[in-house]
């Protein structure tokens, strides 16, 4: 009789935020970035995919995926693009030594879930490419570093290759036609800067806006302020942040952010059609954080927004305490703080207006951190039988 076992690995996987953002391609079948970008991985504590990836002779095919036990497609160019490139990886293993199991040929079943809503406009493309591929990274016994797995992530998800590692990630845009030198570098490990935290204003979107593939699309064709931003201001902040990553320089790292996600949702208006994503309570985000900085009269938090409405502010833990206090009201309407407020030392809570946009548009407050990268965790999504958990 053949080979009947079941082979399983599960890990987690971060999302990450970008300081300084990947917007447009310079080959969007490779996925290969216009410029590069840098991120902090956030703690998978409060926010991470966990997958798990099987494979048996005894599986029928096709390949599947289940995430939040619903099915969903493997067979986009995307997903097989991943899947292609680890069975690549693995058949070079069966090839050097023939007695291993001839994993590659056998039909693949994945089942994630996300400790978070999926369709909170939270990097979760990010978080599930980064968990698949190292899932079956695993699941193969591939000995690839994460920088070398990032090249397959990237090809799921541009942002998914910067969370195959933890703490402070780039994403090198590179310059080969084959892609093979745009992947991801590790900055600093969480380890150089616990500190950076990050409170995250989950804003109810009434719609869905633009995703971010067909937006930044639109924007390289359209967008004229792009090519300056490409060429010029992108890179002159990439080297300003990672010095001030490596300075702990938070001033810098606030201020290059701020700037950053200015310039990124400006090349989005400067699009034809425009594209908005920020919107009224995103804006009262940014009051709030501009507010809090001048009462303190240093700059102590930074907000950054992705494709969506949704603020992450940065700070450092010995601020947190001014931070709290001024999103104090939102906290306690969303998340149920109650006394603690007293023990909030800080500059008072924002201004009228600006709760009053807040309270009515978030719809959720998450505090989280810096993070690591992947983990390889022993609770498994699919059972010894090759059947989902639960089910
Ligand atoms: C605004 O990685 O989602 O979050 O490569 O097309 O999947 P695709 O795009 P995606 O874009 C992320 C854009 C961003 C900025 C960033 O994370 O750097």
């Known amino acids: ?41 956030l703690s998978q504590s409060d926010l991470r995919t966990h997958t ?13 995926l289940l995430l939040n036990n619903a099915p969903q497609s493997l067979s986009t160019p995307r997903s097989l693009a991943c899947l292609k490139s680890l069975r690549a990886l693995r ?40 968990a698949l591929v190292r899932a079956i990274a695993d699941l193969y016994e591939l000995q690839q570093s994460p920088t070398e797995l990032s090249l397959i992530a990237r090809q799921g998800s541009g942002s998914a290759c910067r969370s195959l590692l933890g ?71 990439m080297a300003e942040m990672e010095k001030a990553i490596k300075a702990r320089d938070f001033e810098t790292f606030a201020k290059v952010t701020m700037r950053e996600s200015n310039s990124f949702h400006a090349t989005c208006l400067d699009t034809d059609p425009p594209i908005f994503y920020l919107n009224d309570v995103s804006r009262a985000a940014i009051k709030a954080v501009e507010e809090m900085n001048e009462k303190v009269g240093r700059t102590i938090a930074a907000y950054t927004f992705d494709a969506g409405p949704n603020a992450v502010i940065y700070y450092q833990e010995p601020d947190e305490d001014a931070v709290l206090k001024t999103f104090l009201p939102i906290l306690r309407q969303k998340e149920g703080w109650g006394r603690i407020e007293t023990k909030i030392d800080g500059p008072g809570p924002a201004s009228s207006q600006v709760v009053e946009a807040l309270e009515a548009g978030v719809s959720r407050v998450i505090l989280t951190s810096v993070g690591e990268g992947p983990i390889s965790v022993q609770e498994h999504l699919i059972d010894d039988k090759g059947k989902p958990v639960g089910t």
């Open 52 to 64: 798990t990836a099987s494979c048996s002779s005894t599986f029928e095919g096709p390949d599947s």
């Open 167 to 237: 703490g402070y990630v780039a994403w090198d845009h590179g310059s080969r036609e084959d892609g093979l030198d745009s992947r991801a570098r590790l900055v600093a490990p969480k380890s150089h800067w616990p500190d950076m935290k990050a409170l995250i204003l989950v804003v109810s979107a009434a719609k869905k806006g633009v995703s971010s593939t067909a937006g930044m699309q639109t924007t390289v064709q359209t967008s004229s302020l792009f090519q300056t931003r490409a060429k010029e201001v992108v890179p002159k902040r």
């Open 1 to 41: 009789m053949g080979d009947q076992k079941i082979y399983r690995a599960s890990t987690t996987a971060p999302v990450n935020i970008a300081v300084i953002k990947y917007w447009g391609k310079r080959d969007p079948s490779l996925n290969l970035p216009t410029n590069s970008s840098l991120s902090v991985t």
């Open 91 to 130: 058949s070079e293993l069966e090839d050097a030594d023939t007695s291993l199991p001839k994993l590659s040929t056998y039909p693949l079943r994945l089942a994630s879930t996300n400790n978070f809503p999926t369709a909170a406009g939270l990097a979760s493309s990010a978080a599930g490419f980064a």
